[in-house]
């Protein structure tokens, strides 16, 4: 080879590892973002005034890891049931709280953190379906709902708020 082939070469392959590194950045940059997702804080609906308090929302990403949660009885997921990718849907209630059990569903408890967040990404990245977008009176999109799908065709709904974070994502139960 001459030196000019050798440096074209080379020259790729800079670029491939820059493009790899951009997108490693990029992911890692999504995934620092939906780091909230296991930090939930409240958000008093409406914030202005807490004597016409219309709901208390508290985020929560829906992965219970070896199920933890579950084994130290701080919520309970009655009638269970479990799909291909290893997602849980059942009722949540939690012993300790006054609440009526709603239907939910869980990640796949043996997946990590990371994978789970790999997954929506991927489903960030691939979104299939549109569900709902609610926009204030400027027109102005609030809060939207989508669907996306990952690599393995996983379905994950998400939320995004005003400035297109990702504020709550969860597996979409598939039936067999």
């Known amino acids: 080879m001459n030196q000019s082939s050798n440096s074209h070469i080379h020259t790729a392959i800079q670029i491939s590892h820059i493009a790899h590194h951009q997108s ?11 780091e909230g997702l296991f ?3 409240i958000k008093v ?3 202005d005034d807490w004597s016409k308090i219309k709901a208390i929302w508290i985020p ?5 890891y070896r199920n933890q949660l579950e084994r130290s009885e701080n919520i309970t997921i009655l009638d269970k049931k479990t799909d291909k990718f290893g997602t849980i849907q059942g009722f949540l209630t939690a ?14 408890p043996t997946w990590t953190k ?14 299939i379906a549109p569900i709902s977008t609610i926009i204030n009176d400027h027109k102005a999109i609030i809060q939207k709902t989508v669907v996306g799908i990952t690599d393995q065709g996983m379905h ?5 708020d005003t400035n297109n974070n990702i504020i709550d994502a969860y597996p979409l139960f598939k039936k067999e």
């Open 60 to 64: 929560l990403l829906h992965h219970d």
């Open 95 to 108: 012993p300790h709280e006054n609440y009526i059990p709603y239907l939910t569903t869980f990640f796949n």
């Open 45 to 47: 609906i409406p914030t």
């Open 24 to 34: 490693d950045v990029i992911c890692n940059c999504i995934q620092f973002k939906l």
């Open 156 to 160: 994950i709904q998400m939320i995004f």
């Open 114 to 127: 990371d994978f789970v967040l790999e997954q929506i990404v991927q489903a960030s990245n691939n979104v």
């Open 39 to 41: 930090n939930p804080i």
